[in-house]
Nanobody
Framework: QVQLVESGGGLVQAGGSLRVSCAAS??????MGWFRQAPGKDREFVSA????????FYADSVKGRFTISRDNAKNTVYLQMNSLKPEDTAVYYC????????????????WGQGTQVTVSS
């Protein structure tokens, strides 16, 4: 059973930065990504990255502010979040799949438990 464990969430003021991490217990997939879910809203795609790191994709809402990266030696993916806005407040979930980068949550096979990110105005 593959486990994904997120860490690094917290409370930050608008304009600040946070980095969230996701460690996988083992590698059985080549795509790792981040989704988020705010209260009362659907889970939405944030970003994803290929195993090699050569391909990455971002939601328009975070493009230019968030950066995804991975350390394959540690089976870990990171999401560096800069210039945070109150609307970025959500539970951030790590997800993984085999195949290509896609943006639908239903296409991801493995999920972490989530980490809360709260941005105060």
């Amino acid at each position: 059973q593959v486990q994904l464990v997120e860490s690094g969430g917290g409370l930050v003021q608008a304009g600040g930065s946070l980095r969230v991490s996701c460690a996988a217990s083992r590698r059985t997939f080549n795509i790792m990504g981040w989704f988020r879910q705010a209260p009362g809203k659907d889970r939405e795609f944030v970003s994803a990255i290929s195993w090699s790191g050569s391909r990455s994709f971002y939601a328009d809402s975070v493009k230019g502010r968030f950066t995804i990266s991975r350390d394959n030696a540690k089976n870990t993916v990171y999401l560096q979040m800069n210039s945070l806005k109150p609307e970025d407040t959500a539970v951030y979930y790590c997800a993984a799949r085999i195949g290509v980068i896609v943006t639908s949550p239903s296409d991801y096979d493995y999920w972490g438990q989530g980490t809360q990110v709260t941005v105060s105005s």
